[in-house]
């Protein structure tokens, strides 16, 4: 009996001295959260509408210092609760980064930027219509940091997005990410992606780069969609923008930053995927361009607050084709990140 008491003091007595050690504020949870309302008012039908697209909460910190994990959820995407992220991170080596959970696929630039990191209120064609996915699966990233800085992402998914991972697949989804910085303020990104909708296999391929110099931002991505069998006609789309940013150095102005923005996104006759009674594609978004103007301003730290104002211009070869949130508008949005 002594034996066993003896042994168990020292146990306790080597995690007691283990404790004092752990810096606690290193695995204390992180609380993050954004918040969007925005009012838009379309110019060609006169209608005009009231939104909070986005409130956001998110939790993510350490377990052990090479296992972390992330659980996002927006309390109001146009009215809706959704689970956003849910994963646990495991980074056995240095720079190698094994995901398990549901996350956003890792594809594209603009796609992958949250809401808080948005240059425009309204996000690219490529960022919503095309290349959006968030999915349940696994990914494999190695950051090298040394030279030629780069970053390699890949992965498997489910195929079935958000709401529907009860199924089984005999096939999954893939995608896979470079990015490339050879010198500062510059990036290179290419992707690839294949998605599974149905039963039919699709291809998706983007090319992205931006170039930050001073307070310029220039940004273009192009995105090639292509379906099997040619059973759809393959689709093309592009985004392209410029963001300027003046600060304010005056101590007692409002405003820290006021930026200017201009944009140009187009996109083809687009599918998501869904297939009409005789098991063909069918159209989803229709072929159109839109011409975004805008100014953000930006209150300053230390939490981030930006007013948006944007004005949108489409243009369709047939405006009857337009959905209805699809046509000229004026977006005031305000956005809080804490």
Not at 171 to 188: C, H, I, R, V, W
Not at 193 to 213: F, H, V
Request: hydrophobic share 35%; aromatic share 16%; with cysteine.
């Amino acid at each position: 009996m002594e034996k066993i008491l003896s042994t168990l003091f020292i146990a306790f007595y080597i995690i007691g001295m283990d404790a004092q050690n752990i810096q606690w504020k290193d695995y204390m949870p992180e609380i993050h959260g954004t918040l969007r309302g925005k009012y838009e008012y379309q110019t060609t039908t006169n209608q005009q509408r009231f939104q909070v697209r986005t409130a956001r909460v998110s939790v993510s910190g350490n377990i052990i210092p090479i296992v972390s994990y992330k659980a996002e959820i927006d309390l109001c995407d146009e009215g809706e609760i959704k689970m956003l992220d849910a994963y646990a991170r495991v980074t056995p080596l240095e720079g190698f980064h094994i995901t398990i959970g549901q996350m956003r696929v890792p594809f594209t630039i603009d796609a992958h930027r949250s809401p808080h990191l948005q240059y425009f209120a309204n996000r690219s064609f490529i960022a919503k219509q095309m290349g959006s996915l968030r999915d349940a699966g696994a990914t494999l990233k190695y950051v090298h940091r040394n030279g030629l800085p780069f970053s390699l992402e890949a992965g498997l998914f489910s195929g079935s997005g958000l709401t529907e991972q009860k199924g089984w697949h005999k096939s999954l989804s893939y995608s896979a990410k470079l990015e490339l910085k050879p010198f500062k303020g510059y990036n290179l990104t290419l992707s690839t992606q294949r998605i599974r909708p149905t039963d039919k296999n699709i291809y998706m391929y983007d090319l992205g780069t931006y170039y930050d110099w001073n307070n310029w931002h220039f940004e273009v991505e192009t995105m090639y969609k292509e379906y099997p069998n040619s059973l759809f006609k393959s689709v093309w789309a592009v985004n392209a923008f410029v963001n300027y940013d003046w600060f304010i150095r005056k101590k007692k102005s409002l405003f820290k930053k006021v930026s200017l923005l201009a944009r140009f996104d187009y996109m083809g006759n687009n599918s998501d995927g869904t297939l009409d009674e005789q098991g063909e594609f069918l159209i989803t978004d229709y072929e159109r361009k839109r011409i975004t103007s805008g100014l953000t301003f930006s209150f300053g730290k230390p939490f981030q607050a930006d007013l948006r104002l944007n004005y949108e211009k489409y243009f369709y070869e047939d405006r009857s084709f337009a959905l209805e949130s699809e046509q000229d508008k004026l977006v005031v949005e305000m956005m809080v990140r804490f």
